[in-house]
C-alpha cells in the first residue's frame, strides 16, 4: 500500500474537525431542535405533559442526532476520500488475525464488569446504585417501538464508529504522535468521563473506565487497527441494545 495521510509522522490537523463537527452536529443542533420544535407544539396549542414532553423530546433529538452521525462519518470520508476506502478494506482484512485479541478483550470486559457491579452492591446503600445515570437516559429512548431501527442504528454502529474516531483516531494516533503512552491514559479518562457528565455516583464511572481499558487495548495490541476497536465496541452495544430492549419490554 502506498504512503498515505495516515501513516505520516505529523499530525493530520484537519481530522480535528471532527470535534466542532461533534459539538454542532452531534450535540448543539440536536439540543436546540428538541427545545425549538417542542416550544412550537406549545405555540401552537398543543398540550403535552411533562412525561410526554420529555419523551417527545428524546425522540427529536434521537432522530436529529442520527442525522448528525451520518453528517460528521460522511464528512470524515471527503476528507481523506482519496486514500479511505483502501485503507479501510485492509484494516477489514485484518480482522480475522485478532479474533483472538478481539475475544480477549470483550471477556475482559464483561468479566470485570460483573466484578465491579458486585463490589457496588457490596458497598453501603447510600454508594450503590442500579444503573448509570447515562443508561437510565438510553433507557428513555426506547418508549416508543418506531424508533427501535433508529435507534439500533445510532447505538450499535453509528456512535461506536465515531466514538473510536474521536477517542482512538484523534487521541491516541494523532495526538499520541506526540506522548503516545500518555494520550492512551487521556483517552481512557475522556471517554470515561464523557459518559458520567450527570452521574449521580462517583463510582457510576467505573463501568466506563473498564469499557475504554478494553477499547483501548484492543486499539494498541492489535497495531492500532481502528477496525478492531470499532468491532469490539460494536458487539457491547449489540449485547447492551439487546439487553436494553428485553429488560423493557
Same mark, same amino acid.
Given at each position: 500500500?502506498?504512503?498515505?495521510?495516515?501513516?505520516?509522522?505529523?499530525?493530520?490537523?484537519?481530522?480535528?474537525?471532527?470535534?466542532?463537527?461533534?459539538?454542532?452536529?452531534?450535540?448543539? =443542533?440536536?439540543?436546540?431542535?428538541? /427545545?425549538?420544535?417542542?416550544?412550537?407544539?406549545?405555540?401552537?396549542?398543543?398540550?403535552?405533559?411533562?412525561?410526554?414532553?420529555?419523551?417527545?423530546?428524546?425522540?427529536?433529538?434521537?432522530?436529529?442526532?442520527?442525522?448528525?452521525?451520518?453528517?460528521?462519518?460522511?464528512?470524515?470520508?471527503?476528507?481523506?476520500?482519496? @486514500?479511505? =476506502?483502501?485503507?479501510? =478494506?485492509?484494516?477489514?482484512?485484518?480482522?480475522?488475525? /485478532?479474533?483472538?485479541?478481539?475475544?480477549?478483550?470483550? @471477556?475482559? $470486559?464483561?468479566?470485570? @464488569?460483573? $466484578?465491579?457491579?458486585?463490589? $457496588?452492591? @457490596?458497598?453501603?446503600?447510600?454508594?450503590?446504585?442500579?444503573?448509570?445515570?447515562?443508561?437510565?437516559?438510553?433507557?428513555?429512548?426506547?418508549?416508543?417501538?418506531?424508533?427501535?431501527?433508529?435507534?439500533?442504528?445510532?447505538?450499535?454502529?453509528?456512535?461506536?464508529?465515531?466514538?473510536?474516531?474521536?477517542?482512538? *483516531?484523534?487521541?491516541? /494516533?494523532?495526538?499520541?504522535?506526540?506522548?503516545?503512552?500518555?494520550?492512551? =491514559?487521556?483517552?481512557?479518562?475522556?471517554?470515561?468521563?464523557? *459518559?458520567?457528565?450527570?452521574?449521580?455516583?462517583?463510582?457510576?464511572?467505573?463501568?466506563?473506565?473498564?469499557?475504554?481499558?478494553?477499547?483501548?487495548?484492543?486499539? *494498541?495490541?492489535?497495531?492500532?487497527?481502528?477496525?478492531?476497536?470499532?468491532?469490539? /465496541?460494536?458487539?457491547?452495544?449489540?449485547?447492551?441494545?439487546?439487553?436494553?430492549?428485553?429488560? $423493557?419490554?
Amino acid at each position: 500500500m502506498k504512503d498515505n495521510t495516515f501513516t505520516t509522522r505529523k499530525i493530520i490537523k484537519k481530522d480535528f474537525l471532527l470535534v466542532p463537527l461533534y459539538y454542532i452536529f452531534y450535540i448543539f =443542533i440536536p439540543l436546540l431542535m428538541g /427545545h425549538t420544535l417542542i416550544k412550537i407544539l406549545s405555540f401552537v396549542g398543543f398540550n403535552l405533559t411533562k412525561n410526554e414532553t420529555d419523551i417527545l423530546f428524546l425522540d427529536i433529538t434521537s432522530l436529529t442526532t442520527l442525522v448528525g452521525e451520518i453528517i460528521i462519518l460522511l464528512s470524515f470520508y471527503l476528507m481523506h476520500r482519496k @486514500s479511505i =476506502i483502501p485503507i479501510a =478494506i485492509a484494516r477489514i482484512k485484518e480482522l480475522k488475525k /485478532h479474533v483472538a485479541l478481539i475475544v480477549i478483550c470483550l @471477556s475482559f $470486559i464483561f468479566l470485570m @464488569s460483573d $466484578i465491579y457491579d458486585n463490589v $457496588i452492591y @457490596s458497598l453501603p446503600e447510600k454508594f450503590q446504585y442500579d444503573e448509570t445515570v447515562n443508561q437510565m437516559e438510553i433507557n428513555k429512548m426506547f418508549t416508543h417501538k418506531w424508533m427501535l431501527p433508529f435507534l439500533f442504528l445510532d447505538i450499535t454502529i453509528l456512535t461506536p464508529f465515531i466514538e473510536e474516531l474521536l477517542m482512538r *483516531h484523534l487521541l491516541i /494516533h494523532e495526538l499520541g504522535k506526540l506522548t503516545y503512552g500518555l494520550m492512551n =491514559i487521556v483517552s481512557v479518562i475522556i471517554f470515561a468521563y464523557l *459518559h458520567c457528565t450527570q452521574a449521580k455516583s462517583p463510582f457510576e464511572i467505573g463501568p466506563y473506565l473498564i469499557i475504554a481499558i478494553g477499547l483501548v487495548s484492543a486499539y *494498541h495490541f492489535s497495531g492500532r487497527n481502528l477496525a478492531v476497536a470499532i468491532l469490539v /465496541h460494536m458487539i457491547l452495544s449489540v449485547v447492551a441494545f439487546i439487553s436494553m430492549y428485553t429488560s $423493557i419490554i
